[in-house]
């Protein structure tokens, strides 16, 4: 079993679409996140979540809306995609905030055309 | 989070040992030290973290300057899926505010 699984691991959408990349982890973890990379291979933190509850919502458009049904899932949906937001989006999890070790998913990779 | 600072790319000989390192001068007491990779198409995957003292396990090593301000990741016999990016981080006692990169691009000649 994948410990974190991201759908779908590839996007091709055009500009003006809404979509979703939804995320599971099967590691019990409290913490789960959005990350972003961008061609540089910075990854950079977009959300946060513990519990359900959001705890960190970097400087991000608000087209891109977290929404986690439940402690093992958060889904992310991007409304009016931009060609600027072509990039891989990670999802990953932690045991809890105190750290303890990232585990990441595959990755999606959103191309926006 | 405190500043790492990693060379941008490394080359190694398959077999051999590879010291990666990472300057963190602005590392605070309570800072662990730690490292992830990031292999082709994949996401990150943690290797190994450490406070203080140096840090073995199965994948590599952590060797810790006494006065914290650098280390070095240590892969003992470099193979040719070793090739990635690695990153040193500092995350506070969170993780949430992480940025990953650029890192240290390693790769390994056959």
């Known amino acids: 079993d994948t410990a974190v699984s991201q759908t779908p691991k590839y996007l091709v959408t055009q500009m003006g679409n809404d979509k979703s990349i939804k995320c599971e982890q099967n590691?019990?973890?409290?913490?789960m996140y959005w990350y972003k990379q961008d061609s540089k291979k910075f990854l950079k933190i977009m959300f946060s979540y513990n519990n359900k509850e959001l705890i960190i919502n970097e400087t991000v458009p608000n087209r891109f809306s977290p929404k986690s049904p439940d402690k093992a899932h958060l889904n992310l949906h991007i409304n009016s995609l931009e060609l600027g937001d072509s990039a891989v989006y990670f999802c990953?999890?932690?045991?809890?905030?105190?750290?303890?070790?990232?585990?990441f998913g595959s990755g999606t990779r959103l191309t926006v055309v | 989070d405190a500043k790492t600072t990693q060379p941008n790319s490394m080359e190694s000989n398959e077999e051999e040992p590879v010291h990666l390192p990472c300057n963190h001068s602005t590392i605070s007491g309570t800072d662990y030290i730690h490292w992830y990779r990031q292999l082709p198409s994949q996401g990150p995957e943690y290797v190994i973290h450490g406070l203080t003292s140096n840090v073995n396990n199965r994948m590599a090593s952590l060797a810790i300057a006494e006065d914290r301000k650098s280390s070095t990741l240590i892969l003992h016999r470099a193979t040719l899926r070793d090739a990635a990016v690695y990153y040193c981080i500092l995350p506070k006692t969170s993780y949430d505010k992480v940025i990953f990169g650029p890192g240290t691009s390693l790769s390994v000649i056959p």
């Open positions: 590691l019990g973890h409290d913490t």
């Open positions: 990953a999890s932690s045991l809890d905030r105190a750290g303890g070790g990232y585990t």
